[in-house]
């Protein structure tokens, strides 16, 4: 069987691009001409560039995460989503970061895209989108999260770890 299972799959990362991850979510950045001059003339605005969603019950909160750099190639054997709202990842740093997301597969997810961010990139992940932890590949691994916040009882995260680990390769494909 292909898909989530499918043993010893090898995934290429590539550049992260707006069109490639519009079926999960918004890539956040600077990106062209800014929407508006705002401040007096001395500040552009990139306006509205996620569509942050805190579902019923909840509401927006901004934490900062601290993650553990990582390298490639790297063995995915963890990914989650957030059935009940959206999660935007803005890394507090110029350096870049793996963003790994996968299409629901009847509850699992299938088989994973990857992507490395440049400098200034981050993701809003739609609402029930599988998705990889945090992966920085260079220390500090500062980001600003904005995403669901509701009672200690709120059921917002779902693990999934596949039977066999996928390898994410860096970009080009190689080991």
Known sequence: MSGPHEAGARIAARPLEARAFAPFGEVIEAAG?????????????WHD???LDFGPGGRAGVSVFR????????????????PLG????????????????????????GRPQAFVTAPGQGVNYRRGVWHAVLTPLHPPGLFAVIDRIAGADDANLEEFRPRTPWIILPPGGSD
């Open 33 to 45: 001409p800014p929407d508006r001059i705002i401040n007096g003339g001395l500040c552009g605005r």
């Open 49 to 51: 560039l996620a569509r």
């Open 86 to 109: 959206s999660q935007a990842c803005i890394p507090m740093t110029a350096h870049p970061f793996l963003v790994v997301v996968a299409p629901d597969e009847g509850g699992a997810p």
């Open 67 to 82: 993650a553990e750099p990582r390298a490639l190639p790297l063995k995915l054997d963890l990914l989650e989503r957030h």
